[in-house]
């Protein structure tokens, strides 16, 4: 029995070894952890039927209390046995793969080791196909419940298993005085045998599933740092600017040599090894980019000549290049440069391929919001372009009368009514304009309105000084006033008080116009500012288009707010962030793609 062991322990040591060397391949580690379609049981059924075959042949031949040389063994002695490791990996078989495999596994096995000979042929054939029967029955059982199978429990099914077999041994192998000279010969040493090589073949199986489980999150969580990074950059289309801080944060993540990004026509970055002669806002060199922009396929070089540079000393060796689609549209391209092809991996291809989706529905939500973004700024230039033609007309009426009462006057009218309109018409097409402009348009206005009404209201501007020059989007502070003017003064027989404030507080540009009129009805106030409200004077288009325009504009950094009380008067707040240049630069030339 002691001579035997280290034997036992040198051929398990074999099988172990041929486990590492397979754990080793991708092919094997996919077929372990995927869930088994036909296909893959068939292989897993041919594994470890292998693995019982080379037990067979491996293992040591014992002719009553003589252990044999160690050999490979085509055929034995009738009155011989053999010592091995066949049952441990049909029961590793059958608890990784299921019943089928342990079945077709172990008929593989039993049937070899029958064909073997010896005493306890029929014996040994047996038990090898039993124990892939139960270790796969329990294997399933144990799945079903959501538990894992461990090596603790590995090692117990192939010592019990194994204890089993000797048990059938002892049952139908003849004579039985040699059955049980063999039973105490091998038991022992051929139980722990099996249980050690089995705890250490699902060790390495379970390392090498932590080690897949790890580099999985390790790709997952560099992908979402790579996107987390990018996607301001990206949010601004594919531009010069945007594409070479993307490269460069590519290029710090990754293992990639140099990374470029073109459109459809041109280079617009490229960071890394072979800058010298790969420019941006040139066609690109490569052979390998323009096969990728006409058939929108992946494509990957592992030499020099497939990427076909036009430069002779150029010093990329590898790539992979990927298309960016908007829409099922090439955009362009994102590439991947490496000096040393051993550098372009599985790893590296497959964070490149998720890397280039991400990057493509990245793109498409830019392009679907720059689109959003330009329906919402017609809609605002539209209704910044609208004039009330009832102002007009008025105006001109009035400006008529003076013409024969007060001709200065009339002229002073007619300079304020060609500012107000060159007013509307400039803030019409732009964003933003200065605070002052603002207000010089709201006092054209109101000198046009005060002609008309000479004693109906006053109106004092408090304003902070320096902040004239802060920009504002514009026909926030005109609508407001004239709101005001109509709505909170309507038949009022005292004079109204009419109060803009405008001043900063923590970043915040205030613009508050407070009146003393009639003041809103408690129920308007909750849904003025969110929604178009029906009245006999009106239906809240100005608040409600000011209030759309702020969080269109200011992606929900600026606020409206109204406050009321009836007979005592209305309180409109605007405040606006004071740096406000970040949230434009994207408008200006970020959102446009190419």
Known sequence: MLNLAPLMLEKVGIIVIVAFLLAQMRSFRQVIQNKHSTNEKVMLILLFGTFGIISNYTGIEVHHHTIGRAEW???????????????????????????????????????????????????????????????????????????????????????????????????????????????????????????????????????????????????????????????????????????????????????????????????????????????????????????????GKISIARTKQEISCIHSQCPLEAAIVLPLKVKKKIYGTLKMYYTEPDKLDKVQQELAEGLANLFSTQLELAEAERQTKLLKDAEIKALQAQIHPHFLFNSINTISALCRTDADKARKLLLELSSFFRGNLQGARQMLIPLEKELANVKAYLSIEQTRFPNKYTIDFQIEPELEKVLIPPFILQPLVENAIHYGFPRSKSQGQITVTIFSKKNLLQIIVADNGKGIPEGQIEVLGNQVVDSKKGNGTAIFNISERLKGIYNGQASLTLKSKVNRGATITISIPLDSKGVFDQDVEGLYIG
């Open 73 to 295: 063994l085509s055929e034995m002695n009738q009155e011989s046995a053999l010592a091995n490791t066949r049952v441990m990996g049909i029961v590793i078989g059958g608890l990784l793969g299921g019943p089928a495999v342990g079945i077709g596994a172990g008929l593989i096995a039993g049937i070899h080791r029958y064909t073997l000979g010896g005493f306890t042929a029929l014996s040994c054939a047996l038990s090898t196909i039993l124990a892939g029967i139960v270790a796969g029955y329990f294997g399933k059982k144990r799945k079903q419940k959501g538990k894992q199978v461990t090596p603790a429990f590995a090692v117990i099914m192939g010592m019990v298993l194994e204890a089993v077999q000797m048990l059938i041994i002892l049952v139908t192998a003849k004579p039985f005085s040699h059955a049980w000279e063999l039973v105490q010969l091998i038991g022992f040493p051929m139980i722990f045998g099996n249980g050690l090589g089995t705890l250490l073949f699902m060790l390495i199986i379970q390392i090498m599933k932590r080690d897949e489980e790890r580099a999985r999150a390790n790709q997952t969580n560099q992908a979402f740092l790579i996107a987390d990074q990018t996607l301001p950059y990206f949010r601004q289309g594919l531009t010069i600017h945007s594409c070479k801080e993307i490269s460069e944060i590519m290029l710090e993540l990754t293992n990639a040599d140099a990374v470029a990004i073109t459109d459809d026509q041109q280079v617009l970055a490229h960071v890394g090894a072979a800058s010298d002669h790969h420019v941006p806002k040139t066609k690109p060199e490569t052979g390998l980019t323009r096969k990728v922009l006409d058939s």
